[in-house]
T-cell receptor, first 110, second 117 residues
Framework: EDKVVQSPLSLVVHEGDTVTLNCSYE??????LLWYKQEKKAPTFLFML????IEKKSGRLSSILDKKELFSILNITATQTGDSAVYLC??????????FGEGTQLTVNP | GAGVSQTPSNKVTEKGKYVELRCDPI?????LYWYRQSLGQGPEFLIY????????DSGLPNDRFFAVRPEGSVSTLKIQRTERGDSAVYLC???????????????FGAGSRLTVL
């Protein structure tokens, strides 16, 4: 059975801190790994990673994939209160299904 | 449409009743997914349509759950004889055919929150 595990499950930081969110996976027929941000309702897409060692970056967010060790990290630098959300990691396998982790609840306090 | 639209946004029903949840995907997206998200959990796969047909329905928990997409656009998730354990947010997502886009980035709707009393 495909499995995606995220850690920590919850994190509380102060504005300006840097955070690292972790995602490890055990799946058959890996195709890609995706990160989503979920505030109140709809998860919104952040990154898709398919190759090891290539960092994807968007503003203060960045992510990298290690296909040998089967994990990915999502970094957020200089956090802001607007970064408070649940961050979801998902792995796409053959058949186009996404398997999600439980998510990391990030709270950024002013 | 501009985004994935789901209705109703909230549905409260009594145990044993029948419910229908509707999803209107992004225009031109051939793939459509239903996920269920319980409080504090990640979304759990239910069913995936490619066009009108269900390409993978292995995530449906039992035969009380059924989904259709008769014209390859709007989809309806149907739940018969609802139980309290069915209470969750039901998320719909759509994406372009992977052969065209080379990737499978799902765009999610805001979800339908179902509460079974």
């Amino acid at each position: 059975e495909d499995k995606v595990v995220q850690s920590p499950l919850s994190l509380v930081v102060h504005e300006g801190d840097t955070v690292t969110l972790n995602c490890s996976y055990e799946v058959t027929n890996f195709r890609s790994l995706l990160w989503y941000k979920q505030e109140k309702k709809a998860p919104t897409f952040l990154f898709m990673l398919t190759s090891s060692g290539i960092e994807k970056k968007s503003g203060r967010l960045s992510s990298i994939l290690d296909k040998k060790e089967l994990f990915s990290i999502l970094n957020i630098t200089a956090t802001q209160t607007g970064d408070s959300a649940v961050y979801l990691c998902a792995v796409e396998t053959s058949g186009s299904r996404l398997t999600f982790g439980e998510g990391t609840q990030l709270t950024v306090n002013p | 449409g501009a985004g994935v639209s789901q209705t109703p946004s909230n549905k409260v029903t009594e145990k044993g009743k029948y419910v229908e949840l509707r999803c209107d995907p992004i225009s031109g997206h051939t793939a459509l997914y239903w996920y269920r998200q319980s409080l504090g959990q990640g979304p759990e796969f239910l069913i995936y349509f490619q066009g009108t047909g269900a390409a993978d329905d292995s995530g449906l928990p039992n035969d009380r759950f059924f989904a259709v997409r008769p014209e390859g656009s709007v989809s309806t998730l149907k739940i018969q004889r609802t139980e309290r354990g069915d209470s969750a947010v039901y998320l719909c997502a759509s994406s372009l055919d992977r052969e065209w886009s080379g990737a499978n980035v799902l765009t999610f709707g805001a979800g339908s929150r179902l509460t079974v009393l």
